[in-house]
């Protein structure tokens, strides 16, 4: 269910919005017995405005909901300050708000609700209340700053690790364990968005299926811990050879999918041939002799990505058909070896 989702969110912001929706309902009651009708009703208002987050979720998402909150209960943060110029800042709203910013609304937007939320409540100070501040001691000024800071600097550290720690899981959920290349969830997340670049900038893209040959046979002479050695090794190998700007995954089993950004397929054509013929005749791995079937696409602008995948997958199994260890281009003679009805795996998969 969307709307649970704000509730799983960890432990600390969980109990800094109890602490907030516990501690406003309080401020407004105090408030209201001083007579600040207004900022009671605004605090009131906030509390409600954090609530009503959990049923904003399912028309706007988790995101946009966040962010409309935020900046609704940001000007309620001000707004109630106004009544109550001739007292000191509040130091509930300057303790919690900050943290409830960052914590919520990332670095960015957090960020610049809690430096805009000190600097208007600065600026009214100064403006509305100068006898105020003049008549309060600098050490009471300090503590309110200090409070401020404090909250900030434990929401931004906070943020800090959470964003550390959800880049490793997504990099851990896109990325193969054994190989350390990406899996079929990252490659497609990867290709997406190279459809998009492919499509606005018209640059040469080359897809290429590579599957290691008669590779149950490794396992079952050699045993599966030497399979997974090889695989790593021909990952290694696969990483020194192309550009970062290439993508490269293991697509499944002891078959690999590249994407060559910038280069067509002649020159793709050349560098693949290349990498074939060197794993041929290394000694470097951890078999007597390893060798890989290839089968190459240039993924046009005019075609989508599944029929591209779904071309180098037909080239693949002409490269197969023809005797292993050979690079079969798309549109090529032996790519006719393949059946009219070859089912297209890997197309399937990427989408």
């Known amino acids: 269910m969307q709307t649970s989702r704000i509730l799983s969110q960890p432990t600390l912001v969980r109990l800094m919005i109890g602490i907030a929706l516990l501690v406003l309902p309080i401020i407004a009651w105090i408030d209201f017995q001083k007579g600040y009708i207004f900022a009671a009703t605004v605090e009131v208002a906030a509390a409600t405005a954090l609530v009503g987050m959990i049923f904003l979720i399912r028309p706007l998402g988790i995101q946009r909901s966040t962010r409309v909150i935020l900046v609704v209960m940001a000007i309620l943060a001000i707004l109630s300050s106004v009544e109550k110029l001739e007292s000191t800042p509040n130091f509930a709203w300057f303790t919690i708000m900050p943290f409830l910013y960052i914590a919520l609304g990332?670095?960015?937007?957090?960020?610049?609700?809690?430096?805009?939320?000190?600097?208007?409540?600065?600026?009214f100070y100064l403006a509305f209340a100068r006898d105020v501040v003049e008549s309060l001691e600098g050490s009471t000024w300090l503590q309110v700053g200090l409070a401020y800071l404090t909250a900030a600097g434990l929401a931004i550290s906070y943020e800090h690790v959470q964003r550390q720690l959800r880049d490793r899981l997504h990099a851990l959920a896109d990325h193969d364990p054994l190989t350390g290349l990406l899996n079929r969830r990252g490659m497609g997340k990867r290709?997406?968005?190279?459809?998009?670049?492919?499509?606005?900038?018209?640059?040469?893209?080359?897809?290429?299926?590579?599957?290691?040959?008669?590779?149950?046979?490794?396992?079952?002479?050699?045993?599966?811990?030497?399979?997974?050695?090889?695989?790593?090794?021909?990952?290694?190998?696969?990483?020194?050879?192309?550009?970062?700007?290439?993508?490269?995954?293991?697509?499944?089993?002891?078959?690999?999918?590249?994407?060559?950004?910038?280069?067509?397929?002649?020159?793709?054509?050349?560098?693949?041939?290349?990498?074939?013929?060197?794993?041929?005749?290394?000694?470097?791995?951890?078999?007597?002799?390893?060798?890989?079937?290839?089968?190459?696409?240039?993924?046009?602008?005019?075609?989508?990505?599944?029929?591209?995948?779904?071309?180098?997958?037909?080239?693949l199994y002409g490269a197969k058909h023809k005797g292993r260890n050979t690079l079969v281009p798309a549109g090529s003679a032996d790519e006719s070896a393949a059946p009219a009805a070859w089912p297209a795996t890997s197309a399937k998969a990427a989408g």
């Open 106 to 123: 990332g670095l960015r937007l957090g960020g610049f609700l809690t430096v805009a939320h000190f600097l208007i409540i600065a600026a």
């Open 191 to 315: 290709l997406k968005e190279l459809d998009s670049f492919l499509k606005r900038h018209q640059v040469p893209v080359t897809l290429a299926l590579l599957d290691i040959d008669h590779f149950k046979r490794v396992n079952d002479e050699h045993g599966h811990e030497v399979g997974d050695r090889v695989l790593q090794e021909l990952s290694g190998e696969l990483r020194r050879i192309f550009r970062s700007s290439d993508y490269i995954a293991r697509w499944g089993g002891e078959e690999f999918l590249i994407a060559l950004t910038n280069s067509d397929l002649a020159a793709s054509t050349a560098i693949l041939e290349r990498l074939r013929r060197e794993i041929a005749d290394s000694s470097a791995f951890s078999v007597s002799s390893l060798t890989l079937s290839m089968g190459v696409a240039e993924w046009h602008t005019s075609q989508d990505l599944a029929s591209a995948l779904s071309q180098a997958d037909r080239a």
